[in-house]
């Protein structure tokens, strides 16, 4: 009898995160998910907290990947302009951080780049899809955006190159950049080493669970619909112009709040951010973990992140760009997407087949 309204509670807790729209509703999917969140928060107990510092940049892209994942995987506009966003906002936190000093400075600098990096997003999607843009130009205009930045932002060393109290750097970056903290004045809690890392880890498990509840209500099933067949959407009354610059803004948010998060982690922040090599990682992420699987993306983030930290140099990216061709080629769905198959065929397969009875099978 008490198994009854408990089984009923866990289901209406976990009602709004789940639906048709994204990989993982079932019991074991929660469950691998809290051992995976539980192994995440333990890694600073286990390994110590100057490594959970080091590493919190694994959880800082893997949150600028979920910005692309929810624009391409759900609405179909492929963006290589998420680190445009990502590199705006931290210098926009930069400049505000080092030109208003104390707490006040940051927190300012924390609203002001996750702000603009949404205006730029917004602002670049107004005139993309209200202009008419769609499918493949959207790509290389994004990309366009990005290589622009990193061009101007090269060319901005020396003293004439500043904002107040901030210089830029070129080349070179702006350095010297404020840790994370939240105040006003001199009253306040400064974040760094493992406390930013689980701000964080915080920070993307709390934007996957949002983004669940969103892709699963109404304006995700629109998303879906602009994605699946635009003309068709339209034809039902959706503003599909409107749905797809509402998602390429929101994902512009998200990739600034990973610039914020990232520029105060190294305290730094450079041109290279804007770079073709960077703009194309997110695209990597989504495409071998599963561009609508937003926990496929975060684990593909993560793990070939740390790929790059063992290999080093010519050979990680040999064999991130193998593997992407090899999963291009033979799962192009991604790896979540295939695994989540697998398992529902092994299920389905094991299930004892049924057939109708005969009428001699029910006399005997």
């Known amino acids: ?58 959880l800082v892209y893997a949150l600028l990947g979920v910005s692309l994942c929810f624009v391409w995987g759900f609405c179909g506009i492929l963006s290589f302009g998420q680190v445009a966003f990502f590199g705006v906002s931290g210098y926009t936190f930069g400049i505000v951080g080092l030109n208003v000093s104390s707490y006040t400075g940051v927190t300012l600098g924390i609203v002001a780049g996750v702000a603009v990096a949404t205006l ?30 990193k061009t101007f932002m090269d060319q901005t060393a020396g003293g004439e190159w500043a904002v107040g109290e901030a210089e830029l750097g070129g080349f070179n970056g702006m350095r010297n950049i404020p840790n994370l903290a939240i105040g006003v004045g001199d009253i306040g809690i ?9 701000v964080a880890l915080a920070a993307l498990i709390g934007v996957y669970l949002g983004l669940r509840v969103l892709v699963n209500g109404r304006f995700g099933y629109a998303m879906v619909a602009t994605r699946e067949d635009e003309t068709r959407t339209e034809m039902f009354g959706y503003n599909t112009t409107f749905i797809k610059l509402v998602t390429f803004t929101l994902g512009g948010a998200l990739a600034g709040l990973s610039g914020v998060l990232y520029v105060t982690w190294g305290n730094y922040i450079d041109p290279q951010q804007f770079a073709i090599t960077a703009a194309s990682m997110p695209v990597i992420w989504a495409s071998i973990g599963g561009r609508d699987s937003i926990a496929g993306t975060i684990a593909a ?36 997407p295939r695994f989540r198959t697998f ?22």
Do not use: C, K
Not at 2 to 13: I, M
Not at 120 to 145: E, H, K, N, P, S
Not at 190 to 198: G, K, L
Not at 349 to 364: G, K, R, Y
């Open 120 to 149: 730029f997003a917004a602002a670049l999607g107004y005139f993309m899809f209200y202009g008419g843009v769609r499918d493949v130009y959207v790509t290389i205009i994004t990309l366009v955006v990005a290589l622009v930045l």
């Open 343 to 364: 398992v529902l065929d092994r299920q389905s397969s094991s299930e004892p087949a049924t057939t109708p009875a005969t009428t001699e099978e029910v006399t005997d």
């Open 1 to 58: 009898m008490s198994s009854e309204p408990n089984s009923s509670l866990l289901e209406r807790v976990r009602s709004p995160f789940e639906g048709p729209n994204t990989l993982g509703n079932s019991n074991g999917f929660w469950l691998a998910f809290g051992v995976g969140v539980l192994s995440l928060a333990l890694y600073p107990v286990l390994f110590g907290t100057y490594a959970a510092g080091e590493r919190a940049v694994f």
């Open 190 to 198: 400064e974040v760094s080493r493992a406390m930013h890392y689980y």
């Open 301 to 336: 983030a993560i793990v070939f992140q740390w790929i790059e930290l063992q290999l080093s140099g010519e050979w990680a990216l040999v064999i991130v760009g193998s593997l992407l061709v090899f999963v291009i080629l033979v799962m192009p769905e991604g790896i979540a």
